[in-house]
């Protein structure tokens, strides 16, 4: 992890999972769904300029979830 402005940045991981429907809803079917995930700050300027472009990307990504997760300043 970098500290960047207040910021933490991460490496990227590309991880995959699925999940698997219960017994009980019928026929078995594995579910699978990409995630994009944005850890975001009202205090956090960098969060602040990225947020119209991943409003963006989400419209031209439809077959993706993109997330946002609200961080607190602790």
């Known amino acids: ?3 960047r402005g207040g ?8 991880h995959h999972h699925s999940r ?3 017994a009980n809803d019928g026929p078995q079917h594995v579910l699978m769904l990409q995630v994009v995930a944005n ?3 009202s205090w956090c300027g960098p ?4 947020a119209p472009i991943y409003t963006e990307m989400s419209k031209t990504y ?3 979830m993109f997330l ?5 300043m602790t």
């Open 1 to 3: 992890m970098d500290q």
């Open 7 to 14: 910021c933490s940045t991460f490496q990227r991981h590309t």
């Open 20 to 22: 698997r429907a219960a």
């Open 39 to 41: 850890f975001s700050a």
């Open 47 to 50: 969060c602040r300029v990225i």
């Open 62 to 64: 439809p077959q993706l």
């Open 68 to 72: 946002t997760i609200d961080m607190l």
